[in-house]
């Protein structure tokens, strides 16, 4: 059920907020001359797949967790976008391709060993990984492995229709601060 939610509310969004992705896409290509962020992330089952956002940052920052990079490379139309979080949008398309939930744990790096082999072992690479979930709306991020990984088994444990609804409406009206940057 959860995955028939996942690919109408992703499909219906696209469609609707297109004219909106436009205008961001473009403002973007003023800020970074590259609007869009592809970057390879660990999937369910830990199988690579190349998620899609707004970039935030220059295009000349390194492929880190967002807890290494440094806050001067986040571009000022990035932070705008980070706060809003509307450089998640673009993820919608991995959710209707299937590589992603709206909610569940969110897709780390393979290069991230320390969270890889926290959330090993707790199973949490059984799931989708997530737009949001309930790490996020806690403020907890890649920074702490551990306690990312036991938010997600938590989260995993308790996914009722109610906490899912729960957990995307507590994101889109502005709870959790996202990924942090030094």
């Known amino acids: 059920m959860i995955r028939l939610l996942d690919f109408l509310f992703s499909l219906f969004g696209l469609l609707i907020l297109l004219p909106f992705l436009v205008i961001l896409y473009i403002i973007g290509l003023?800020?970074?001359g590259s609007p869009i962020f592809i970057q390879e992330r660990v999937g369910r089952n830990k199988k690579p797949f190349t998620l899609v956002k707004f970039r935030t940052?220059?295009?000349d920052t390194a492929s880190v967790a967002s807890h290494l990079a440094s806050t001067t490379s986040i571009t000022t139309f990035g932070v705008f976008l980070r706060k809003t979080k509307l450089d998640e949008l673009p993820q919608l398309w991995n959710v209707v391709k299937g590589e992603m939930s709206l909610v569940g744990p969110r897709p780390g790096l393979f290069n991230q060993p320390e969270l890889i082999l926290a959330r090993d072992a707790k199973n949490i690479y059984s799931v989708r990984p997530g737009i949001t979930g309930l790490a996020q709306v806690n403020d907890i991020d890649m920074s702490?492995?551990?306690?990312?990984?036991t938010f997600d088994r938590e989260m995993i444990d308790n996914l009722t229709m109610k906490n899912y609804f729960k957990y995307i409406f507590m994101t889109v009206l502005g709870k959790g601060s996202g990924d942090r940057v030094k």
Request: glycine share 0%; charged share 15%; proline share 8%.
């Open 144 to 149: 702490t492995p551990e306690l990312l990984a």
């Open 30 to 32: 003023f800020d970074t």
């Open 57 to 59: 940052m220059t295009v």
